[in-house]
Nanobody, 122 residues
Framework: QVQLVESGGGLVQAGGSLRLSCAAS????????MGWFRQAPGKEREFVAA???????RYVDSVKGRFTISRDNAKSTVSLQMNSLKPEDTAVYYC????????????????WGQGTQVTVSS
């Protein structure tokens, strides 16, 4: 069973930056594709970014050029560097892992963290 624990959320002004981290334990981290999702109040959970076990990345259009996902297989961590934050980025951010190759669908992710709140003030 894989456990995921996020950290790094907080309150930031528009235009600022935050770095989210997710530490994995209990499984073979390098065998999973990893993703970040977010959920704002009253909205469905939304795909943000994913990184494959080989290091390929993909992003939702709204964060391209501002967010960067990365992973460190030796440390079993995945990170999301968020720059030029906007108020519409405000949400609870979740780290997730999947054995399904190259997917952005939350229903394909088997393991989820507890979430970390990101609030961007205008």
């Amino acid at each position: 069973q894989v456990q995921l624990v996020e950290s790094g959320g907080g309150l930031v002004q528009a235009g600022g930056s935050l770095r989210l981290s997710c530490a994995a334990s209990g499984g073979t981290f390098s065998s999973y594709d990893m993703g970040w999702f977010r959920q704002a109040p009253g909205k469905e959970r939304e795909f943000v970014a994913a990184i494959s076990r080989s290091g390929s990345t993909r992003y939702v259009d709204s964060v391209k050029g501002r967010f960067t996902i990365s992973r460190d297989n030796a440390k079993s961590t995945v990170s999301l560097q968020m720059n030029s934050l906007k108020p519409e980025d405000t949400a609870v951010y979740y780290c997730a892992g999947t054995r399904v190759i190259w997917t952005s669908r939350p229903e394909n992710y088997d393991y989820w963290g507890q979430g970390t709140q990101v609030t961007v003030s205008s």
